[in-house]
């Protein structure tokens, strides 16, 4: 139950707010993501190096044969979205840098530190679940953590709502669970 709760409000909540991190952030010289996206094609595709992303991703964000037509936001999974706020939005690294755990930093506030540690509880709870189990004190300290990481972003952006998103999100899980 932790666990799926846990889920939940990673991909739901925390998904939310960085689509709203990537759509707020996005270069001066373009109007809209999907302007960013098509004006760095080549480079999230892999023409210039290593590319950025996988070919189910690259279907998703260009899905027209032509490249004239991104795909939808809201149809993005938190790494992709991580992809894209990392390499072509104009929120800066955090202190510890992309790719890094900003907990090694707790004075890091900065909107790359709250994208960053979205990533990593993404990839703990989520991606490198053993057994998708998390005890209760596990789960308390992650859901204090994802709060308080929503609450940066909220503060950054002068947006409200994800910390509600978060205790509806809590209530809504267990409601199902109990259900069944």
Known sequence: MNHAR????IVTVCGNA??????TQVPS?????HQTILANKSKLTGRQGRPLLNLDQTQMVFPDPHGKKT????????SLLYTFIRNISAVPPPV????YDPQDNPRDNSLGASVERIRSYRNHIIGHSMD????????DEYWNKIDAVLGDIELKLGTKGYKTQLEKQ???VISVYEAC
Do not use: N
């Not at 960085?18 to 759509?23: D, G, I, K, Y």
């Not at 795909?71 to 938190?78: C, R």
């Open 6 to 9: 846990l889920c939940v409000a």
């Open 18 to 23: 960085m689509r709203e991190v990537l759509s």
């Open 29 to 33: 010289q373009h109007k809209d993501i």
């Open 71 to 78: 795909g939808k936001v809201e149809q993005f999974d938190l």
């Open 96 to 99: 510890t840098g992309w790719g």
């Open 132 to 139: 998708g189990k998390i005890s209760q004190h596990d789960f």
């Open 170 to 172: 809590k209530t809504q």
